[in-house]
């Protein structure tokens, strides 16, 4: 059960780390910084432009026995709709419930404390990034994201700021961090199409192929590559690989063999040429890539890590991408440290061990159960009855109550409850599935995990 609550986890963190990096990424450090040496700025969006409706005071029914809702004279309770959330959302709400208490047990411990004031500031200044008011950008959220001020200060805003000051100290950037950034950004870019394959025998059997038939690259893109996202394309990768990207080793082989070429090589006639092509590089266990180049885009002109506000802004942009990685070890390690035992799903994890015992085998005793696992919820409203998961609205088709045998052989307790979304979080962590990610290299200093704007989430 523990491995379905880190693939949540990992989402929320993902989430929450982004509120580290609005505005900081790559491209738009280089346009803030091109447009300060000249070039043109892109409007900013006025208030007018956002459609975002009013926000409308409500007075809801706080106690238990209060009545939500009437239908024809029958009272629907606060109690019964409890019950519903816990069923379709419980395990989701309540780990983020577990996150924030890890993360606020963190600062007191190290005597810190996020102030509301704090919190207000961030939000003025991410509104203000967008160059929209702050009542505009939570009456936006709230539509387009669906969540509300609150949600927005509470899970997103004050956990970020609280792993920021929890990785004090934490943060270096070294010289070559700024040179290897300066790089990426200004620096030349190549434009190319990939043939992502799952197997080394695969790649080499294609890059022969391309030896004798180089004009075929597109045609086996289409027919071979794994890569959902740019084999309609014929392979072609949608945004251009900078210098230092990530996967570097990816990104470092194709500037090699598609770009600078051998250095001891005078030769102008071996330079490398559009429509030349790499060999297989490895990208991960199960991951190969060729890479054909199509053009190469040219550095921009002008640009000098020696002048100061350029490398302050490149300062600027490495040190959040730095922090967001810091971020990202300092909650492990607040999880690691931790004793959790989450009595809705039925997981438990002891302090400074990241999977005891017990758990390996209830969670091997899952993965045996998986898309079979069933659940039920003690009710509010009446204690001595049980609502089978298989009974709510959202319940996944054929799922099945575990038969007494397969209960009885998890020594910690059963799951109370298991969403739709956590049943199939469940299929997907499954140790025979596994996934070969995109070659699409991200930008240089990214860390492997997606980010997204600071309070800007996806």
């Known amino acids: 059960m523990w491995a ?3 693939v949540r986890e990992t989402k929320w963190l993902v989430l929450v780390l982004g509120a580290s990096l609005f505005a900081t990424t790559p491209l738009a450090q280089a346009r803030q910084i091109r447009g300060q040496r000249g070039g043109a700025a892109a409007p900013k969006p006025r208030v007018n432009d956002f459609d975002v409706p009013p926000v ?4 809801i029914p706080v106690n238990p026995n209060d009545a939500i809702a009437v239908v024809n004279g029958q009272p629907i309770t606060r109690q019964q709709l409890a019950d519903e959330c816990v069923i379709r959302e ?7 419930l577990i996150n924030r208490a890890l993360i606020e047990q963190a600062l007191k411990g190290r005597k810190l404390e996020v102030t509301g004031a704090e919190i207000e500031q961030e939000i003025e200044s991410v509104a203000a990034r967008f160059g929209i008011s702050r009542e505009a950008w939570l009456r936006t959220l709230d539509k387009e994201k669906k969540i509300s001020p609150m949600q927005y200060a509470r899970d997103i805003i004050q956990p970020a700021l609280a792993l920021r000051k929890l990785c004090a100290g934490r943060v270096q950037v070294t010289p070559k961090d700024l040179k290897d950034a300066f790089e990426a950004q200004f620096g030349d870019k190549l434009r190319c199409r990939m043939i992502l394959l799952d197997k080394q025998a695969n790649a080499i059997e294609i890059w022969e192929e391309l ?5 075929g690259f597109e045609k086996l893109a289409q027919e071979r590559s794994i890569d959902s996202g740019s084999r309609a394309l014929g392979g072609l990768v949608a945004e251009p690989i ?4 990530y996967p570097q080793n990816v990104s470092d082989a194709a500037f090699q063999q598609l770009v600078d070429g051998d250095p001891k090589d005078r030769d102008p006639s071996h ?6 092509f790499t060999g297989p590089i490895q990208i991960a266990e199960t991951a190969w890539v060729l890479l054909r ?8 002109k002008g640009a000098d890590l020696r002048d100061e506000r350029v490398k302050k802004q490149t300062y600027d942009m490495i040190y959040e991408v730095k922090l967001k990685e810091a971020m990202g070890l300092v909650f492990q390690e607040i999880v690691k440290a931790s004793s959790i035992e989450n009595r809705l799903t039925g997981a438990v994890k002891l302090a400074n061990d990241d999977r005891s015992n017990e758990y390996k085998k209830a969670e091997a005793d899952v993965h045996e159960e998986a898309g079979n696992v069933q659940g039920s919820v003690k009710l509010m409203s009446d204690p001595n009855a049980e609502l089978p998961l298989k009974d709510a609205a959202a319940a996944p088709k054929g799922t099945v109550a575990p038969d007494d045998a397969a209960v009885s052989r998890t020594k910690i307790p059963t799951p109370a409850a298991l969403s739709p979304e956590a049943a199939a979080e469940f299929n997907r962590i499954s140790p025979k599935s596994k996934n070969a990610g995109s070659a699409t290299p991200a930008p240089s200093g990214t860390a492997p995990a997606p980010s997204a704007g600071a309070g800007s989430p996806n």
């Open 56 to 59: 409308v005071p409500t007075n």
């Open 271 to 276: 330079k490398p040429k559009d429509g030349d």
């Open 242 to 245: 900078t210098r230092h990207a």
């Open 90 to 96: 419980g395990p989701k709400i309540l780990d983020t």
């Open 293 to 300: 180049r199509e053009s190469v885009v040219p550095a921009v």
């Open 4 to 6: 379905g609550k880190q």
């Open 211 to 215: 030896k004798k038939n180089p004009g």
